[in-house]
């Protein structure tokens, strides 16, 4: 099956820098990817939808120049948060589909990220 | 913004058992799927029901869809420790942005 994997699986950073997270389609090509934030017992909420090659359109609320995503290839998205603070601390997803099948959605397994 | 409501929100029965969990929303729909996922973990692709589709099986999973109502439900019979988790619904509309909307979830715990 189609395999998506997100790095780091956790990170740790201070207030007021950045971080950068990387969502990978292992074995099939990913024309969009999705990136979601999940908070404690709470559903995923989709932060914003990236094409490759194009910029990303970000749902309502979400800041852009916070929220940096770049979809650089058929196989690879960041997600970088910037100077991040304590809120930020969240559960992200990523989600990645081939060509054509944007319904058809597959998910890494998740970045916790702590922001002290 | 998030149109599935799922219920119950916690769900707590014993092995054996089978659970039941229910999904409603709110615009017409292409599709709609079912995910689980444990806890800190990614989410695992359940089973997908298509919107001309009323009730469509997968092992011990069970889904229904009533597009009339705008719900479905997911049953999973026999249930086992391990399929504690939590399970999310999402569709994915006919017409306007493409993307899926998940519903809040239900946390199902199974008690050995």
């Known amino acids: 099956g189609a395999v998506v994997s997100q790095h780091p699986s956790w990170v740790i950073c201070k207030s007021g820098t950045s971080v950068k997270i990387e969502c990978r389609s292992l074995d099939f090509q990913a024309t969009t990817m999705f990136w979601y934030r999940q908070f404690p017992k709470q559903s995923l909420m989709l932060m914003a939808t990236?094409?490759?090659?194009?910029?990303?359109?970000?749902e309502q609320g979400v800041e852009k120049d916070k929220f940096l995503i770049n979809h650089a290839s058929l196989t690879l998205s960041t997600l970088t948060v910037t100077s991040a603070h304590p809120e930020d601390s969240s559960f992200y997803i990523c989600s990645a589909s081939p060509a054509g099948l944007s319904h058809e959605q597959y998910f890494g397994p998740g970045t916790r990220l702590t922001v002290t | 913004s998030q149109q599935g409501e799922e219920d119950p929100q916690a769900l707590s029965i014993q092995e054996g058992e089978n659970a039941t969990m229910n999904c409603s929303y709110k615009?017409?729909?292409?599709?709609l799927q079912w995910y689980r996922q444990n806890s800190g973990r990614g989410l695992v692709h359940l089973i997908l029901i298509r919107s001309n589709e009323r009730e469509k099986h997968s092992g011990r999973l069970r889904v229904t869809l009533d597009t009339s109502k705008k719900s479905s439900s997911l049953l999973i019979t026999a249930s086992r420790a391990a399929d504690t988790a939590s399970y999310f619904c999402?569709?994915?509309?006919?017409?306007?942005?493409?993307?899926?909307?998940f519903g809040q979830g239900t946390r199902l715990t199974i008690n050995p």
């Open positions: 999402a569709t994915w509309a006919i017409q306007g942005a493409q993307k899926l909307v």
């Open positions: 615009t017409s729909i292409n599709n």
């Open positions: 990236s094409n490759e090659g194009s910029k990303a359109t970000y």
